[in-house]
């Protein structure tokens, strides 16, 4: 006759604490390290450490309605410098994330709580230059704690890599270029095209990750054609990688023929499969660059058809429409 087990797994011992019971005794013993005290609301309880000597370095501005909290420290301001005089590019990175921290119950209108960052990558490693807790999204109070940070007596970023948040380029654009957003696109299309070379300390860019991933929840990839959307994330990946702005012309005339052709014919003087042909070329080896032809001898032999030539078969082209 098999024995009973001495004891089972689901088996709770009496004097053993519970999960939550450890939980708040390492709270309680963390709060203890930190000298933090209780108080009623938590913005108070960080304008207490403020007072701190050890921590009033550290925390540079606080508000209380709507909250937000600037902190950062004199190691980081060192760390900042040092990589700019041995990186050449300088380039920093700006991100947001809002899974953190939860949002004021003591304040009925209290909105989302929002950590935003600033790092450094250099030798597969990532080091934390800035932070700022807000309840506060807009342009203009991000380009405030952006210009708090460079009244730190430190120079501007020659890079800055964001997501495609318009508060952290409109901020990064008034804080680093003193000009919005619209006016700095603007500059740099004078610059591309007419060759004005622009007075600007620090370069905007949009990370490739958000942007692909941007792309990728357009309401036109919906239907579930994983070799469609494959195709055009090749497509935008062309696009993304021209050297110039008439590589970047040919390449965008060629994926806008191809998405918005209704049909598709099979032979070789149709635009649409010409296009999409040299797409595919393209994408087989990113290393070649785009064929220099004008459009002219592309279309030489399209722009005009034999009458008493038989109609080329076509078949419906897999468009975004």
Excluded at 31 to 56: I, M, N, Q, R, T
Excluded at 207 to 220: E, G, I, N, P
Aim: charged share 25%; with cysteine.
């Amino acid at each position: 006759m098999p024995r009973a087990p001495l004891y089972s797994p689901d088996d709770v011992y009496s004097d053993l604490p519970k999960e939550n019971a450890l939980r708040n005794a390492k709270y309680t013993e963390k709060k203890k390290d930190l000298g933090l005290k209780p108080f009623s609301h938590p913005v108070l309880a960080v304008e207490d450490l403020k007072s701190d000597p050890k921590y009033s370095e550290a925390i540079h501005e606080i508000s209380l309605n709507k909250m937000y909290v600037m902190y950062w420290l004199p190691e980081q301001i060192s760390l900042y410098k040092l990589f700019m005089n041995k990186d050449p590019i300088g380039s920093i990175c700006i991100d947001a994330t809002g899974s953190l921290i939860r949002s004021l119950s003591a304040n009925d209108n209290s909105k989302r709580i929002i950590l935003y960052y600033q790092i450094i990558s250099s030798f597969q490693n990532h080091r934390s230059l800035l932070q700022f807790v807000s309840e506060k999204h807009d342009a203009n109070t991000l380009s405030y704690w952006l210009r708090e940070w460079l009244r730190s007596g430190i120079d501007a970023p020659k890079q800055v890599i964001t997501d495609f948040s318009l508060a952290l380029l409109n901020a990064a654009a008034l804080a680093f270029n003193n000009m919005p957003l619209s006016q700095y696109i603007d500059e740099c299309y004078k610059d591309v095209t007419d060759g004005v070379s622009i007075e600007k300390t620090t370069i905007l860019r949009i990370d490739v990750a958000h942007l692909c991933k941007f792309v990728s929840m357009w309401r036109c990839f919906d239907n579930n054609n994983r070799h469609q959307k494959d195709f055009y994330m090749r497509c935008l990946n062309l696009i993304r990688n021209s050297t110039s702005l008439d590589e970047f012309k040919q390449l965008l005339t060629a994926v806008l023929t191809v998405a918005y052709s209704d049909y598709e014919d099979d032979n070789d003087k149709n635009v649409c499969s010409r296009y999409k042909l040299l797409l595919l070329n393209l994408m087989k080896n990113e290393s070649e660059t785009l064929p220099e032809f004008p459009e002219d001898h592309l279309f030489a032999d399209m722009t005009t058809v034999d009458e008493d030539s038989e109609a080329p078969s076509t078949h419906r082209a897999k468009s975004l429409k």
